[in-house]
C-alpha cells in the first residue's frame, strides 16, 4: 500500500541574487521498518514509508529466506514502522551467518554478510538465452523511469528501480530513499504476484551498481541489470560468473556494457 512519503518543512534559501526567503521545502521521508517474521525480529532497516509488504517480501526473497510465494501465508502491519510475516504452516524458517541483522541504513549495501561466498550458493547463475534487447529501447528506458518517479520530481532525493520487459514496457517501478531498498520493493510486488523468475526482464535502477543490487536481480531471476552510475568492481565479477548482462552509465546516447554483451543487439 502506498503511504505518504514526502514531508514538508519550512527552509530558508539563500537565492543567486543574495536575497533570502522562506518557504516550504519537500523532503523524502526516511523511516526505521522492523521486519518481522511472527514474534522474530529479522531487520530493521531505514526505509521510505510505501510498499512495506513488496519490501518485506524482497526483502524474504533476496535473503534466500523464502524462495517462493506459497510459503508467505499472510503479510500484516501491527503498528507504524513494523511488517509482520507469517509463513505457512509446514515451513521452517532457516537463518545462518550471511544473514543480515541489526540496523540497515538506506545506504549501506552489503551489511553483516560474512560471506560472500554462501550467497553465491544461494541462488543459481541465469540460464535463459531468450532475451536480447536492441540499443534504441535500452536508451529510452531510463526517460520512462524517470516520467515513474513522482516522489524524484518534488524532492530529488530518492532513488527508482524499475523492472521492464524486453520490448521496453515499464512493469514495475518503485522508489525509496535506499536504492536496495527500491529493488527489494520491485522485486517484491513480482514475487507476491507469482510472477517469478523475471527471465524475460530487465531491472533498470537510478543510482550505482552494486553488488547486492546485482544480488537482488539474480534471486529474481533477471538476466539484465543496467544502472545510472557506475558498477563496482564486485558486482562486475558477480555479474560475469552469474551469466547477467550488466550495463552502466546508461545516460542516452551513451553506455558502457560490462558483462555478457550478447543480451545486447549491438547492430
Do not use: W
Request: with cysteine.
Amino acid at each position: 500500500m502506498k503511504e505518504s512519503s514526502i514531508d514538508s518543512q519550512k527552509i530558508i534559501r539563500r537565492r543567486r541574487d543574495s536575497a533570502l526567503e522562506y518557504l516550504p521545502d519537500d523532503l523524502t521521508i526516511e523511516e526505521p521498518l522492523e521486519i518481522c517474521i511472527g514474534r522474530k525480529t529479522l531487520a530493521t532497516t531505514m526505509r521510505t514509508p510505501g510498499h512495506d509488504d513488496e519490501l518485506a517480501a524482497g526483502f524474504l526473497l533476496s535473503e534466500a529466506i523464502a524462495h517462493a510465494r506459497e510459503q508467505i501465508a499472510k503479510i500484516s502491519s501491527d503498528r507504524d514502522n513494523r511488517v509482520i510475516i507469517d509463513l505457512k504452516g509446514g515451513v521452517k524458517l532457516k537463518l545462518n551467518s550471511t544473514k543480515r541483522f541489526g540496523t540497515i541504513s538506506s545506504s549501506c549495501g552489503l551489511c553483516g554478510k560474512t560471506s560472500i561466498d554462501a550467497i553465491h550458493q544461494n541462488f543459481p547463475a541465469i540460464t535463459s538465452k531468450e532475451i536480447r534487447v536492441d540499443i534504441e529501447t535500452l536508451l529510452l528506458l531510463p526517460e520512462k523511469l524517470r516520467n515513474a518517479q513522482s516522489d524524484f520530481a518534488r524532492t530529488g532525493g530518492i532513488h527508482a528501480a524499475g523492472i521492464f520487459d524486453a520490448n521496453g514496457e515499464l512493469k514495475i517501478a518503485r522508489e525509496d530513499i535506499g536504492r536496495h531498498n527500491a529493488v527489494d520493493k520491485a522485486i517484491g510486488r513480482a514475487f507476491l504476484d507469482g510472477s517469478l523468475p523475471l527471465d524475460r526482464h530487465l531491472l533498470l535502477v537510478s543510482g550505482r551498481a552494486s553488488f547486492e543490487i546485482v544480488q537482488k536481480a539474480l534471486a529474481a531471476g533477471i538476466p539484465i541489470i543496467a544502472a545510472v552510475s557506475a558498477p563496482s568492481t564486485l558486482a562486475v565479477s558477480f555479474a560475469r560468473e552469474s551469466n547477467q548482462t550488466l550495463i552502466g552509465f546508461l545516460r542516452p546516447p551513451s553506455f558502457n556494457i560490462y558483462a555478457h554483451v550478447e543480451r545486447m543487439i549491438l547492430t
